[in-house]
Nanobody, 127 residues
Framework: HVQLVESGGGLVQAGGSLRLSCAAA????????MGWFRQAPGKEREFVAG????????LYVDSVKGRFTISRDDAKNTVYLQMNSLKPDDTAVYYC????????????????????WGQGTQVTVSS
C-alpha cells in the first residue's frame, strides 16, 4: 500500500509559479509511475503530467507543455510538479496519484489505472 500527501498549493497571480510536492510512503512507491491530475469545479478529473517508475519518461497534457515539469526524487520518496507561467485556467484541485501496476513500461493517463491517491491541494490563479 502507498500513501500520498500533497503540499504546495495556494493562491498565485497569473504568470506566477508554484511547486507542488507529493510525499509517498510505502514499500512500492519507488517502482510505480506517478501522475498529477487536476479537477476544476464542475469538470471531470483530468491528467496533467506523469513520470514513469524509473524517471526516464515524462508525459504532459498539451495545455501545460512547456510550462509544467514533473520530476521524482526516490531518495526522498517525493514527486514534484513545477508549475510556471500559471494561467487562471490552471485553477483546480491538484491530485497526486500512483500507478496500480509495478514497473509499467508506459505512462497511463486514465484515472482508473491509478490505485493510490492523495487528498488533493488547491491551486488558485488570479487574473
Amino acid at each position: 500500500h502507498v500513501q500520498l500527501v500533497e503540499s504546495g498549493g495556494g493562491l498565485v497571480q497569473a504568470g506566477g509559479s508554484l511547486r507542488l510536492s507529493c510525499a509517498a510512503a510505502g514499500r512500492t512507491s519507488s517502482i510505480i509511475a506517478m501522475g498529477w491530475f487536476r479537477q476544476a469545479p464542475g469538470k471531470e478529473r483530468e491528467f496533467v503530467a506523469g513520470i514513469n517508475w524509473s524517471g526516464s519518461r515524462t508525459l504532459y497534457v498539451d495545455s501545460v507543455k512547456g510550462r509544467f515539469t514533473i520530476s521524482r526524487d526516490d531518495a526522498k520518496n517525493t514527486v514534484y510538479l513545477q508549475m510556471n507561467s500559471l494561467k487562471p485556467d490552471d485553477t483546480a484541485v491538484y491530485y497526486c496519484a500512483g500507478d496500480g501496476q509495478w514497473r509499467r513500461a508506459t505512462i497511463v493517463v486514465v484515472t482508473s489505472e491509478y490505485r493510490y491517491w492523495g487528498q488533493g491541494t488547491q491551486v488558485t490563479v488570479s487574473s
